[in-house]
């Protein structure tokens, strides 16, 4: 019966209901154009229509019931809901301008006990004293929105160390797809760091990208890839380090090709922003700006000429790496003869000279006793960290030989022996017996007595030049520097001659050891936490129950 | 000042004589606990430990269970009637709404308090970063004060408690998962303005990583302070309406 009277219910239509009811659907047309608008950035069909729909519903409202819309807009509820409404507006806008203010300001506070978010105390002073004022520019697509806020702490870190020297920029890849390009971004994360031209421009010609964790763990999601400060440093490092930082290797007299054998080393330099370049020694002097000159194995030895002109670059504070392959092929014939003008300029002005042996060393060997493993090593030495725990690198020597190191050395001339043979290892002085009996590795007494050096490192105190002596070059090439520490020692020697990397050392941020605890500690954790805590205040929650109740 | 204090401590009384107050206490530290303990489990022999970490579960359950301490804040007062008879005392609507905001943000932070003893164990396994701990603990309080403000505003609205609560649980929802709004939206101007006002861009990524930022704090304190402006003018409109 109810339902049927229910259903007989008319509905009236007057002029007053239909305009109210205009004025609502009115209403929520025009929220659902302001909302269209703002979602889509463009005046899309969605939002002319809702927005026409929204004026003629107020239209009509308007049209038909005047005197409503007049007391809605001027009636005590109206006057009394507008004052609300603006006051509440008057108070969003303030904090909204003091928040803003606030995130101008990046004022913060580091709570991290290890200073994760403060500029570490090295890095500031490089930050402070850069050349020229640069900007970091960041890449961050929409999706990765999360990941710009976790980073943003870290990359205002620089800004807000030398706010005139530093510009931090953020950037969309797929909203700024020529600006990402001319980066040479093709993902949808990747920061720069840029020199500024003189229009506040980024200087594409001087640019380093930032090595992210991807770079170095290729599996990593996208959505977990990050930098850090160590990182962002380094490339600010890498970009000043552009230009002023050259090193020479010596061509032309069958050294190691560099665009062949060894580009693994030449790209590894320029890939940090040192310009690589070579010259022949044979034609001209190493010229001024020179960084570091490197001999790679030449196999002709060096005139008299080319000898004086690696002295004169000594001489003036020059720093120059060797390394000399031993004559294992007749045509090797670089410092093996006695009177090789470079073996007798080593020899007088630094104290060291080639053995002009083969080493082998029974105790350490890699495959054959050919392949010499560095047994003994300069503890501390720059040059044999191998990383911050303070282990060493051991590098393995494809048939070396060894370095004589005199007793008594020049004036201002330290000398170092960075690796040496173990003390069993012997030197085979007889290169043609050696030639003759490939396989027959056995100490006699001819053969000098271990341990022999096989990377020495010299330096002279009064003029700052420096030397480092190395008895092999197989290591360098393409194939052999990947393995047994060789890219490390290759950058440590390069970081010791260049100095090219001294101004950054910083100890890891999260040096935290991972939780160990046996699982009786773990289920006592659960215990208390899921057990004890609960149930106490469960407790207590039944007692007050229990204690109103009786009330 | 005193009138506030009042209306304070009959709130904070009300919470810990009800018996609702403790199961909701009980099943946050219960959730709490075994989402702790499996990330323990998970860490054990990886990784070290994260004290920010029990914290930011607590910060999204917080977006279900302040509702629940905030739902009966004003609406319980309307639905009886008691809102008139309070209104009829010599007090300001403002005072009104302070008091029982600070009653109900002094219970949650009682209830955060409790989870200490979570730092403690983790403290007591394997040492960890008290800095960290400090800021997150910081940021879930002011994080919580918002909360309740969102909630307070909702129960304000209604008389009844439940579709205050479901409002009040449905805006924290959206407003701790704004920070997803990237993935949704095209204009990115938008979606980084949305983002700025979700409750997890301005926790988990500042407090919870050990960094207190200035504008982070101030979004905080301005989300209460707009919302409980807002209270007091939904509380005040009774009086014209």
Redesign the interface.
């Known amino acids: 019966m109810a339902s049927e009277q229910k259903s007989q219910r008319t509905i009236i239509l007057d002029r007053l209901s239909v305009a109210r009811w205009s004025s609502t659907l009115g209403a929520v047309a025009l929220v659902i154009a302001l909302v269209a608008l703002?979602?889509?950035?463009e005046l899309s069909p969605v939002v002319v229509v809702s927005a026409l729909i929204g004026m003629s519903g107020l239209g009509l409202w308007m049209t038909l019931a005047p005197e409503d819309f007049r007391s809605t807009l001027t009636g005590?509820?109206a006057v009394?809901?507008s004052n609300?409404v603006l006051?509440?507006l008057l108070?969003?806008g303030i904090?909204?301008i003091?928040?803003a203010m606030?995130?101008r300001?990046g004022?913060?506070?580091?709570?991290?006990?290890?200073g994760?978010?403060t500029l570490k105390a090295n890095i500031r002073p490089v930050i402070e004293q850069l050349s020229r004022p640069i900007q970091i520019t960041a890449f961050y697509s929409?999706?990765?929105?999360?990941n710009q806020?976790?980073e943003s702490?870290i990359l205002r870190l620089f800004s807000d160390a030398a706010p005139n020297k530093v510009r931090l920029v953020y950037a969309?890849p797929d909203?700024q797809p020529i600006l990402a390009r001319q980066f040479g971004l093709d993902s949808a994360y990747g920061i720069f760091v840029s020199y500024l031209s003189a229009d506040g421009t980024p200087d594409l010609n001087f640019t380093v990208r930032v090595l992210t964790a991807r770079d170095r763990m290729p599996n990593l999601p996208l959505e977990e890839d990050h930098v850090n400060e160590r990182w962002i440093a380094e490339a600010i490092l890498q970009l000043e380090a552009r230009g002023k930082y050259r090193v020479l290797f010596s061509v032309g007299n069958g050294e190691v090709n560099l665009d062949s054998d060894a580009t693994g080393i030449r790209d590894g330099l320029r890939n940090v922003g040192i310009q690589v370049a070579t010259i022949d020694l044979s034609r001209e002097g190493v010229p001024q700006g020179t960084t570091a000159l490197v001999i790679l194995a030449p196999v002709r030895d060096f005139t008299q000429e080319m000898a004086d002109r690696i002295a004169a670059y000594l001489g003036s504070g020059g720093k120059v790496l060797i390394m000399a392959e031993p004559a294992y092929r007749s045509d090797i014939r670089f410092m093996q003869a006695e009177d090789s003008p470079l073996a007798k300029y080593l020899w007088q002005a630094w104290g060291i000279r080639p053995n002009r042996d083969i080493v082998f060393d029974p105790l350490s060997y890699n495959e054959t006793q050919y392949y010499v493993r560095a047994a003994q090593y300069l503890e501390g030495h720059p040059i044999v960290q191998k990383d911050q725990t303070g282990s060493a690198a051991r590098p393995l020597f494809p048939i070396a030989q060894s370095w004589q190191i005199a007793t008594e050395p020049p004036a201002d001339v330290v000398v170092r022996r960075i690796y040496t043979t173990s003390p069993e290892a012997f030197g085979k002085l007889d290169l043609r017996e050696v030639a003759r009996n490939p396989d027959r590795a056995i100490r006699e007494a001819a053969d000098l007595p271990g341990p022999l050096t096989l990377v020495a490192a010299a330096e002279n105190l009064r003029t700052q030049a420096r030397l480092l002596l190395v008895g092999d070059a197989d290591w360098v090439t393409n194939d052999l520097i990947v393995a047994f520490d060789g890219q490390i020692l290759w950058t440590n020697m390069i970081d010791w001659l260049t100095a090219f990397l001294e101004r950054v050392t910083i100890e890891p941020a999260?040096g935290?050891?991972?939780?160990?605890?046996p699982s009786r500690?773990?289920e006592l954790?659960?215990f208390?936490?899921?057990g004890v805590?609960?149930?106490a205040?469960?407790l207590?929650?039944?007692w007050?129950?229990w204690r109103?109740s009786r009330r | 000042m005193r009138h506030i204090w009042i209306i304070f401590r009959r709130e904070l009384g009300q919470y810990?004589?009800?018996?609702i107050?403790?199961?909701v206490?009980?099943?946050v530290?219960?959730l709490?606990?075994?989402t702790?303990?499996d990330d323990?489990?998970m860490?054990?022999?990886?990784?070290?430990?994260d004290p920010a970490l029990p914290l930011i579960y607590l910060a999204q359950f917080s977006v279900f269970f302040v509702p629940l301490l905030t739902m009966r804040l004003l609406a319980e007062e309307n639905r009886e009637g008691t809102l008139e008879l309070l209104m009829t005392l010599p007090l300001q609507d403002y005072q009104i709404v302070l008091g029982k905001f600070f009653g109900a943000w002094a219970y949650y932070t009682v209830l955060i308090s409790?989870t200490i003893?979570?730092q403690a164990?983790m403290l007591w396994?394997?040492?960890a970063?008290?800095?960290?701990a400090?800021?997150a603990y910081l940021g879930l309080w002011l994080f919580g004060g918002a909360s309740i403000a969102v909630g307070m505003f909702f129960s304000a609205l209604n008389e009844n408690q439940i579709v205050a609560a479901f409002l009040g649980m449905a805006a924290l929802l959206i407003l701790w998962q704004a920070?997803?709004?990237?993935?949704v939206?095209?204009?990115?101007?938008?979606?980084?303005f949305i983002?700025s006002l979700s409750f997890q861009?301005n926790y988990s990524?500042?407090f919870a990583?050990?960094?207190?930022?200035?504008?982070h704090?101030?979004?905080f304190l301005?989300v209460m302070?707009?919302l409980l402006?807002?209270t007091t003018?939904v509380v005040?409109?009774r009086r014209?309406?």
């Open positions: 703002l979602a889509s950035g005590r509820r009394y809901g609300s006051i509440i108070f969003v904090v909204l003091v928040y606030a995130a300001s004022i913060a506070a580091d709570f991290t006990s290890r994760y978010y929409r999706r990765l929105l999360t806020a976790l702490p969309d909203v999260f935290q050891l991972p939780l160990s605890v500690d773990l954790t659960a208390i936490t899921v805590l609960p149930t205040v469960l207590v929650g039944l007050v129950w109103r | 810990f004589s009800s018996p107050a403790y199961f206490a009980f099943a530290l219960l709490t606990g075994f702790f303990n323990l489990a860490r054990n022999g990886r990784a070290p430990v409790l003893v979570h164990l396994l394997n040492p970063d008290l800095g960290i400090f800021s920070d997803l709004v990237g993935n939206l095209n204009n990115r101007p938008l979606a980084e983002r861009s990524y500042s990583i050990g960094i207190v930022r200035f504008d704090t101030v979004f301005g302070g707009t402006l807002a003018q005040q409109s014209w309406r």
